[in-house]
T-cell receptor, first 115, second 111 residues
Framework: GAGVSQSPRYKVAKRGQDVALRCDPISGHVSLFWYQQALGQGPEFLTYFQNEAQLDKSGLPSDRFFAERPEGSVSTLKIQRTQQEDSAVYLC?????????????FGDGTRLSIL | LAKTTQPISMDSYEGQEVNITCSHNNIATNDYITWYQQFPSQGPRFIIQGYKTKVTNEVASLFIPADRKSSTLSLPRVSLSDTAVYYCLVGDIGGYNKLIFGAGTRLAVHP
């Protein structure tokens, strides 16, 4: 079956522009996570959804970052007024449930470059 | 969440067995140990997970001593395609699964 799909794979934006990154999780997966990965570093947690409920957004770096999952499936990560430090790979992951013994399935990410 | 320490990098040759050790001195009773693999330009991929003793699947083995303060990921007979970053993670089975990644171990397999 299909894995986690993210689009676009690459996004280039000018500083100050708004961007929207999409994640299509595996069908039936309750939990959805967003991570940010800087070059040469491990992924860092941004936010977590259980179905449509955003249960943890403690990792979002600023109020310019906003995530939603209105129908409990597709999720969008939006970054407003982008800045150069937002340049990174944004990874989406889903799992059947949210507990540790359910592996997270990652997409291949969106590489965001802010000029 | 328990902090993990693993080597920054390792080198190996095709056909050899590779063992990557991860230290997690502050592991809690409810914590599981999980390893992920990441290739360039791809998301991390789950490899193996365990709680104690030994776990084996078609890809790797995970050895966990009785005190659980460390764990060793064993990759048998590596090939060039095993060149990747390997992450060791420790986390509670309760609640939700907020993964905390370190910098990982960069494994380079040479011909």
């Amino acid at each position: 079956g299909a894995g986690v799909s993210q689009s676009p794979r690459y996004k280039v934006a000018k500083r100050g522009q708004d961007v929207a990154l999409r994640c299509d999780p595996i069908s039936g997966h309750v939990s959805l996570f967003w991570y940010q990965q800087a070059l040469g570093q491990g992924p860092e947690f941004l936010t977590y959804f259980q179905n449509e409920a955003q249960l943890d957004k403690s990792g979002l770096p600023s109020d310019r970052f906003f995530a939603e999952r209105p129908e409990g499936s597709v999720s969008t990560l939006k970054i407003q007024r982008t800045q150069q430090e937002d340049s990174a790979v944004y990874l989406c992951a889903s799992s059947f449930s949210g507990v540790l013994n359910q592996p997270q399935h990652f997409g291949d990410g969106t590489r965001l470059s802010i000029l | 969440l328990a902090k993990t320490t693993q080597p920054i990098s390792m080198d190996s040759y095709e056909g050899q067995e590779v063992n990557i050790t991860c230290s997690h001195n502050n592991i809690a009773t409810n914590d599981y140990i999980t390893w992920y693999q990441q290739f360039p330009s791809q998301g991390p991929r789950f490899i193996i997970q365990g709680y104690k003793t030994k776990v084996t699947n078609e890809v790797a083995s995970l050895f966990i001593p009785a005190d659980r303060k460390s764990s060793t990921l064993s990759l048998p007979r590596v090939s060039l395609s095993d060149t990747a970053v390997y992450y060791c993670l420790v986390g509670d089975i309760g609640g939700y699964n907020k993964l905390i990644f370190g910098a990982g171990t960069r494994l380079a397999v040479h011909p």
